[in-house]
């Protein structure tokens, strides 16, 4: 399994930065490989393995995570993550923690990001939304209960 | 004798549309009194934002609609409903003239010499089919689009439905006749949901007031990842409610929605909306 | 056919937030065809590529577990007139980019 190194800092010459622009670079020659060991294992603790090398991250308070405490629909969940108030985010994580395949979502930031990331995400039943940030070396993680019901009235 | 809704609804009885009740039917009254309703029901929220739905009823809902609406799933519709409005420009400039953010304001009116309400779903496919064009299906797909364009162009306009004939009078009592009439095998009528229990929980749903019940149609529903119209939302809910349903369109259908216009005068349109 | 991207961004501060729809049916190769009794079979984005004048700034792997028609906001540090550029791939090889000059 190829993991991807991406090192904060790092500057695409400038061939590169042209070709980017120009639409010719694709993510599959700029990227390494798909991480898919981690993307079907079937616990939060191995997804975790199988991105960092590691499953123990500690809980931290300055993990803004946001999430409703009642999916109106599990499908389309909105996550919000704002690790910002932590220093040096490299890299944040995504969980469903009753998924079959737990890890949704994984996102590395080079120095011009911030640590923050906001999208939507799949829940199949009530269940924890794990966001796990790595930020100077290390794992800290933040995590909800998401209440997912199905729906009741309406055509 | 002279029934308000209220009176009407704590009764569970219809009042019947005949021509000499017409007379006796206010209307701005029966709004009104449902207004002061809602009022006293949540003494905090304002008429004006319950244009929101069941989204005012609960801040965890509210701010999952707000995050949708950070970047709203029907902007694809709005643009497909303007391609197909473009293609046809010449046939609807025709009937709706050429200012698009005019036309959904006109709706539902009540047609004089036809004597029935006509509503912008409808006239968008008499408008197409007097051409020679194949109307639209009713419930999703082209006809939704193109309302969910013509609604996005007249977002914040008020809902201004006239009332002035004796016979638009029928038709507003005839629609109110069916929202409050309980029906179908769980002997439910509308507003027993909209109306009673609104804001309240049957199974996981939070049940939406009436007051502001349509401004923001056609609906972009989580549930169905697509738009709709609102008779097929009349049409899902009724079969949700083990009622038979009518036909998209039909009279009864477009009485309903004459009434629930009514029901929301000045109020903001808001469509095409992103809803549960 | 390349996936389509809408965004938006706008920098305030030296900060821009960047959102992004994408179209795109996000299925995840598990969802059951009641008729066929077969999985749809799986089409989703799995990497997504945000730079910011050129220079990669986010990178990202996706499941099927992201919803359809995906939404997703980052934050970068660039001001007015940067461009900010977002290109992506699902793994069956169809492709989308989008570029955006930053208010």
Known sequence: MKRRSFLKGTLATGATAVAVNAGLLTPSTVLAEWNSKAFSAKTTDDALSGIYGSSSATASGDIKLKAPA???NGAVTPVTVDATAVNGVESITILASKNPMPLVCEYTFAAAALGFVSTRIK?????NVVAVVKADGKLLKAEQEVKVTIGGCGG | MKKTLLIALSLGVSVAATSTMATTIDPEKDRLQMVDFFKAKNPNITPEEYVNGAYIYSADKMAQWEAAEEFPPYLDSIDAGEAHYNKDKAVFDKCFGTDVSKIRVQYPYFDESAKQVVTLEGAINKCRTDAGLKAYGLKKGALAQVSAYLAYNARGQKIDVKIESDAAKAAYAAGRDFFIKPRGQLNLSCA???VDNSGRKARANTLSPLLGHTTHFPVFRAKWQALGTLHRRYEGCQKNMRAEPYKAQSETYRNLEFYQAYSSQGLEINGPG??? | MSIKIRMRGKSK????EVKALIKHPMESGVRMNKKTGKPYPAKFIESVEVAVNGVKAVDAQ?????????YVAVKVKANSGDSVSISLADNTGEKGSSELKLK
């Open chain 1, 123 to 127: 829940m199949g039943q009530t269940m």
């Open chain 3, 62 to 70: 996706w499941s099927g577990a992201v919803s359809a028609n995906p």
């Open chain 1, 70 to 72: 009642i999916a109106e």
């Open chain 2, 274 to 276: 992103y809803r549960e």
């Open chain 3, 13 to 16: 501060d030296g900060v821009a």
């Open chain 2, 192 to 194: 027993k949901c909209h």
